[in-house]
């Protein structure tokens, strides 16, 4: 079966970077789109941009350009994404999401999600 | 960008409807498809797919849950309503970029 595997909580100090981590399972990764998505604590949820693994192609929501940049690894089946000069307003949880199978399709399947804290 | 607009918190009691709406800024259909989706997530858990193309059910998910509209109005229903029905509601269309998400609405016991 599908699963979406993320890596774990991080804690990171204000103006660094992160890079966390989707490990797929149970289909063939280069052949659907990633998806990532922002949840603030105690708001709604916001598109980040997606990724396909297959050639690397990537689109993203105007308000993350230059915040996030997604990658994946074709040999380990992992999707990540990279946020950088971090402040308080990325600290967040983050989920990864495939779309059934075409870029415009649902959200299928989600990854159990990724806190990212933002602090000094 | 597409604008979803979610009813508010809903209090429901045990095995009653419980109907929320949800209104977009632009029309999500195109050639006969709704764009629309719409999840639940609980408190620390990831959102869950229920309904999708505005009124076709997820795999998995009971049949008292129901999605129907078009254009710029979309509802979903959950009758009757169950103790683990209790979260919080999300529509999402990806008609246009950038994808977007309503507000949410949270679904909680009278």
């Known amino acids: 079966q599908v699963q979406l595997q993320q890596s774990g909580t991080e804690l990171v100090k204000p103006a660094s970077s992160v890079k966390i981590s989707c490990k797929a399972s149970?289909?063939?990764?280069?052949?659907?789109?990633m998806h990532w998505i922002r949840q603030q604590p105690g708001n709604g949820l916001e598109w980040i941009g997606w990724i396909y693994p297959g050639n690397g192609n990537t689109k993203y929501n105007q308000k993350f350009d230059g915040k996030a940049t997604l990658t994946a690894d074709k040999s380990s089946s992992t999707a990540y994404m990279q946020l950088s000069s971090l402040t308080s307003e990325d600290s967040a949880v983050y989920f990864c999401?495939?779309?059934?199978?075409?870029?415009?399709?649902?959200?299928?399947?989600w990854g159990q999600g990724t806190l990212v804290t933002v602090s000094s | 960008d597409i604008v979803l607009t979610q009813s508010p918190p809903l209090a429901v009691s045990l095995e009653q409807r419980a109907t929320i709406s949800c209104k977009t800024s632009?029309?999500?259909?195109?050639?006969?498809?709704?764009?629309m989706h719409w999840y639940q997530q609980k408190p620390g858990q990831q959102p869950k797919l229920l309904i999708y193309e505005g009124s076709n059910l997820a795999s998995g998910i009971p049949a008292r849950f129901s999605g129907s509209g078009s254009g710029t109005d979309f509802t979903l229903t959950i009758d009757p309503v169950e103790a683990d029905d209790i979260a919080t509601y999300y529509c999402?269309?990806?008609?246009?970029?950038?994808?977007?998400f309503g507000p949410g609405t949270k679904l909680e016991l009278k």
């Open positions: 149970g289909y063939t990764f280069t052949s659907n789109y």
């Open positions: 632009q029309n999500v259909d195109n050639y006969g498809i709704s764009y």
């Open positions: 999401a495939r779309s059934l199978r075409r870029v415009e399709d649902w959200f299928a399947y």
């Open positions: 999402q269309q990806n008609k246009d970029y950038p994808y977007t």
